[in-house]
């Protein structure tokens, strides 16, 4: 039976090692939020300038009677609720891009990255605690962003929203296991912009944030359902707008959690395995 001296020793550890650093971290990323708050507020203002063109072109093919293709797809004539629900995935998909990719090409622009890595603290970690920080944003930016929503659009749901936290929560670990893989690539190459936009887009259309994925060509339909993403937003839009879902929601929960597992297994071996390659090559300085 542990002793409450090595139960105080392990908790100890447990602080120096984990907790302190990942609160290193957001404290520096509130710091820099507090002193850029013209980034933050843009965060929010761009997601919203984007959903206006759309707001206006559901309104320009729908008729007296409301979106009536639209229904007849999805089931439902609430499109820019439709619409929002999907904003929460890319919101999320470009948070496990930028937040936790683009941090480190930051570290590495302002010449910190060299710094943090000398420290005793695990890479893993602190990578970590730049996800935490990620999330955490993102859940802010998404409050306020449904909030507006609901006055400029008109979001219209009919569940509470914790309903669909059940397959929100298993999406976004895989979402930033997914994160660690792609920190790792970052590492790699050094400069990764082009490569981010890309696979941010590429993510966000196929997954069908703005638009039913049932109506893509079926080679991209194909490619549409092999990601687990799409299931995590159709899972939510289902619950949300009482919907019919693409499959069960049993199976797409269990498609979620065996997303989750895998991911995080893969984007950790991923990231280490560049670490250690950057390492021994000593290409971690080079910029």
Same mark, same amino acid.
């Given at each position: 039976m542990p002793t409450q001296r090595s139960l105080s020793g392990?908790?100890?550890?447990?602080?120096?090692?984990?907790?302190?650093p990942i609160w290193a971290v957001?404290?520096?990323?509130?710091r820099i939020m507090v002193r850029y708050p013209l980034n933050t507020i843009m965060s929010i203002v761009e997601p919203l300038m984007w959903l206006t063109p759309v707001y206006f072109l559901g309104q320009?093919?729908?008729?007296?009677?409301?979106?009536?293709?639209?229904?007849?797809? !999805? +089931? @439902?004539s609430r499109f820019m609720s439709f619409v929002l629900l999907g904003t929460i995935t890319q919101l999320f998909i470009s948070a496990a891009f930028w937040g936790m990719g683009w941090s480190l090409r930051n570290d590495m622009t302002a010449g910190t990255l060299e710094a943090n890595w000398l420290t005793p603290t695990s890479r893993l970690v602190l990578l970590f605690g730049k996800s935490v920080s990620s999330l955490l944003r993102t859940s802010f930016n998404l409050v306020i962003i449904l909030f507006l929503g609901r006055w400029l659009f008109g979001?219209?749901?009919?569940?509470?929203?914790w309903q669909a936290t059940v397959f929100l929560f298993p999406m976004l670990v895989g979402l930033y296991g997914f994160g660690f893989a792609y920190a790792g690539i970052v590492l790699l190459l050094k400069d990764a912009n082009v490569l981010t936009d890309i696979s941010n887009f590429l993510l966000?259309?196929? !997954? +069908? @944030?703005?638009?039913p994925v049932k109506v893509l060509p079926a080679p991209l339909l194909f490619l549409s359902l092999i990601l687990p993403m799409t299931?995590?937003?159709?899972?939510i839009r289902a619950v949300l707008l009482k919907i019919p879902p693409l499959v069960d929601l049993r199976w797409e929960f269990a498609i979620l959690c065996v997303f989750a597992v895998l991911f995080i297994w893969l984007g950790k071996s991923i990231f280490r395995r560049v670490d250690d390659h950057v390492r021994r090559t000593g290409t971690i300085s080079m910029y």
């Open positions: 392990s908790w100890t550890e447990a602080r120096l090692n984990v907790l302190d957001l404290k520096k990323d509130l320009a093919f729908s008729s007296n009677a409301g979106p009536v293709g639209f229904a007849a797809t !999805t +089931g @439902s979001l219209e749901i009919s569940a509470p929203f966000s259309t196929l !997954t +069908g @944030s703005t638009f299931y995590g937003l159709d899972a």
